[in-house]
């Protein structure tokens, strides 16, 4: 009995339960399938996480540096999404992506983020 292949719609001869004319067809099906789903809320987040980490990075040769906040935004960073955060003995409190962190301050009544990498005293309470 002749069934038409679920991706190409090719007719093809097999087993009952066979739905795909070949290895090939079934592996394209199922990853259209999946490339379809990949605007989900985790993988928006997860991608909005590395593109901020990928600026901070890029800003941040140094160590420490201040940079104004709309050239940030203007690369795409977006300052809500952050993975964790640190809070000094100032009491200011650091967001960070993963180990590039930075903190809103106002300089000439400019808004900026201080930048700085993660350090091991950090991890002390």
Not at 30 to 41: A, I, P, S, V
Not at 81 to 95: I, R, S
Not at 113 to 119: D, E, F, G, K, M
Request: proline share 2%.
């Amino acid at each position: 009995m002749k069934r038409n292949c679920n991706y190409c719609d090719e007719k093809f001869e097999g087993r009952i339960g066979k739905k795909y004319c070949s290895s090939y067809c079934r592996s394209a099906f199922y990853y259209q399938q999946n490339k379809d789903k990949q605007d989900t809320l985790f993988k928006k987040i997860d991608n909005q996480l590395k593109k901020n980490r990928k600026i901070l990075k890029a800003y941040n040769k140094a160590g420490l540096v201040t940079v104004r906040k709309e050239k940030l935004i203007k690369e795409g960073f977006n300052p809500k999404y952050f993975t964790h955060y640190w809070k000094n003995k100032k009491g200011q409190v650091y967001l960070f992506c993963y180990e590039y962190g930075f903190l809103t301050v106002k300089e000439n009544q400019k808004e900026k983020y201080v930048l700085i990498q993660w350090q091991l005293y950090m991890n002390k309470p």
